[in-house]
């Protein structure tokens, strides 16, 4: 595989064309980003540590019947993906209350909701990629009704995977953004990456006098200290988890 010229440098990736039309060289970058680019910095270490977790959870994923665009990773902070015709939205799942859900009605964080809750967010940096409904996504033409239900349906069997994998660990999956596109033939898959960028996981039975243990990209938002360790402790999880299944399965 002959990795040709960039097409897309995003907050945490590079994208590169290559010598298969079908295919796609990814790059992680040491970069973190929040409030949409508003705050950045370059932490050594978590390029290898996110292409190494998107890995095992693809992976972990695609053993519950759940197909990616991940096709295989190739070095320590490079993997390959099959190109799709992403929508242009972020889909976010939320279990709890967190994050802008939180601020936008004025509930506590970590307030448990009566039902996992799907959101749109329209993919933007211009308009700091706003809220977007059903209705507005249509009018646009983001997406048709069918590519909607599909969608819906997807994150709703995504969520169920991702939060028994990581209950597996210890951890509690609070909430994920995640994006979709077709293939060529016109299948919808799960693209980009699902990491602790992507996600907000809480330690379980780790928590003190209501004091929450970020696993996630909220230790860098919120200065609580150094993502790498709380980062490694995810991949070290999720790899344990990959070999007792795979040792369960031969």
Known sequence: MEKLGMRYQGKAKKLYETDDPDILWVEYTDQATAGNGAKKANIEGKARLNNRITTVIFSLLARRGIPSHFVRSISDTEQLNRRLDMFPLEIVMRNRAAGSFAQRYGV???????????????????????????????????????????????????????????????????????????????????????????????????????????????????????????????????????????????
């Open 108 to 250: 506590a964080e970590g307030t448990a909701l009566k039902q996992p809750v799907l959101e749109f967010f329209y993919k933007s940096d211009p308009l700091d990629d706003p809220f977007i409904n059903r209705d507005d996504i249509l009018a646009l033409g983001l997406a048709t009704e069918q590519d909607l239900d599909i969608i819906a349906a997807k994150t709703r069997e995504i969520n169920g995977a991702l939060t028994s994998i990581f209950r597996a660990i210890n951890v509690e999956l609070v909430d994920f953004k995640i994006e979709m596109g077709k293939t060529g033939s016109g299948i919808i898959l799960l693209g980009d990456e699902i990491t602790p960028d992507t996600c907000r996981l809480w330690a379980i039975g780790n928590n003190h006098d209501g004091q929450v243990t970020h696993l996630d990209k909220d230790i860098f938002r919120r200065d609580l200290g150094s993502i790498i360790p709380a980062y490694q402790t995810i991949l070290d999880g999720l790899t344990e988890l990959e070999e007792r299944e795979s040792q369960s399965n031969s």
